[in-house]
């Protein structure tokens, strides 16, 4: 799943350079965001504009003579992949040995998203033990390597050492960033829900279902399976499958037919509605009218008590001390609760930013600095990965 992913293609310099002119348009061609760093070597097998042409970004080809003031660590935390391809032995060896003298070394030191390293080089090259002692030390600091594979290479020679096809390249990266996803189906809720007085007035709330939106993109750019039941008709990811309502009972019921390993419920569902919904449109000449309320189903508790438990996530906006909210944790029995005060300034309804706490199962809290709604996703995201992780 590499549809709306960012992935840093890192070309050194072998012969094998010109291959990685079609992976790049094999990655654009997947819906990937592809951003190329080339070192100067690799300047000498194959021109910037080839893959300027294929992505659409200019590739950059120095650390200081760029526009960015510091591209090794923009490009860095702008991936979400770095695919080294071809990998020179020289670029290897910076690798072991954590040097970062080079673009791309430094870019590849400074990222903290996986790293896929395909080797290409002569047999002898390969074979040499200084190469194979580096190749040990990347795969036990964690790096992911393709190939090499075993065939011909340039200058007629046959052996091991040449670089992993596209193809091949393609379904590493798939399979690295499935890996946090694992297949899983996230089922999202989002914005405040409306319960009908009459056909035109409504008992509604402020939630305007960006949190809950970004979460579902977020998701989705992970690679989970994604299903967003919400009242909000906010534009999301086309690869999400969004269901549309509006009361809290339409959501509490296609809520129960969504199967779910992960559970974000960041709705504001009403807890009361009017008891009678008039059928026509209450007049003024009508007079006063007192609504009498009833309880709604709550939708959060029918996806705790199921009997395969999704990991899930609850929301509390409050206007007070986070007391009430780790209250909340524990009474709702849920894995994470997400809290935020929406009295604070850029914390409320409506706003692209937001200012939240953590508070886990067991009471313990994580604040967080102001952040967007985007960024807030991402950390929500990490901490579910993380813990889903650990239960493994
Ligand atoms: C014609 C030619 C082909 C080369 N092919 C390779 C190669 O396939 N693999 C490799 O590790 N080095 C190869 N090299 C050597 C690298 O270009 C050299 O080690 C360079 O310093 C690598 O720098 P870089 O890793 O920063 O791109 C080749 C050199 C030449 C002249």
């Given at each position: ?9 890192c ?17 654009v061609e ?28 200019h590739p ?31 670029t290897?060896?910076r ?17 903290t998203a ?11 090259m390969?074979e040499?033990?200084?190469t ?38 393609l ?33 509604g709330?402020?939630?305007s279902g960006?949190m809950?939106h970004a ?5 989705v ?28 009972q ?13 559970a974000?419920?960041?709705a ?16 003024r000449s009508d007079?006063l ?20 438990r ?28 997400v809290?935020?005060?929406?009295s ?7 706003t ?28 929500i ?12």
């Amino acid at each position: 799943m590499l549809h709306g992913r960012r992935i840093l293609l890192c070309v050194t310099g072998g012969v094998a350079a010109y291959k990685s002119a079609y992976l790049a348009r094999r990655l654009v061609e997947s819906g990937a965001s592809v951003r190329v760093a080339m070192s100067e070597s690799a300047l000498e097998f194959i021109g910037a504009q080839t893959f300027a042409a294929i992505t659409g970004n200019h590739p950059v080809t120095s650390l200081f003579a760029d526009e960015s003031v510091s591209p090794h660590t923009e490009m860095a935390r702008w991936a979400d992949l770095v695919i080294v391809a071809p990998a020179t032995a020289a670029t290897i060896g910076r690798m072991a040995e954590g040097i970062s003298s080079d673009l791309i070394s430094a870019t590849i030191l400074a990222a903290t998203a996986p790293i896929l390293v395909a080797p290409a080089m002569h047999t002898e090259m390969w074979e040499n033990r200084s190469t194979q002692r580096n190749i040990d030390q990347l795969r036990s600091d964690g790096h992911h390597l393709v190939g090499p594979n075993e065939g011909s290479l340039a200058g007629g020679d046959v052996g091991v050492g040449r670089v992993a096809e596209p193809e091949e390249i393609l379904e590493a990266a798939s399979s690295i960033l499935e890996g946090d996803a694992g297949g899983r189906a996230v089922l999202v809720t989002a914005g405040g829900t409306r319960e009908p007085i009459d056909p035109v007035r409504y008992v509604g709330n402020r939630s305007s279902g960006k949190m809950g939106h970004a979460i579902a993109d977020e998701a989705v750019i992970r690679g989970y399976s994604v299903t967003l039941v919400t009242t909000s008709s906010l534009p999301v990811h086309p690869a999400i499958k969004v269901v549309s309502v509006e009361t809290a009972q339409e959501m509490f019921t296609v809520v129960s037919d969504v199967k779910a390993d992960v559970a974000v419920m960041a709705a504001a569902v009403a807890d009361f509605r009017p008891a009678k919904s008039h059928e026509t449109k209450l007049a003024r000449s009508d007079g006063l009218k007192s609504i009498q309320l009833e309880a709604t189903p709550d939708v959060l508790a029918s996806v705790v008590a199921r009997s395969e438990r999704p990991y899930v996530v609850g929301f509390a906006a409050e206007t007070g001390g986070v007391e009430r909210a780790i209250e909340k944790a524990e009474r709702k029995r849920v894995d994470l609760l997400v809290y935020n005060d929406v009295s604070e300034p850029g914390s409320g309804f409506n706003t692209d930013t937001n200012r939240v706490v953590f508070i886990g199962q067991d009471g313990t809290t994580e604040s967080l600095p102001l952040l967007s709604k985007a960024e807030v996703a991402e950390k929500i995201w990490d901490r579910i990965a993380s813990e889903l992780n650990e239960r493994e």
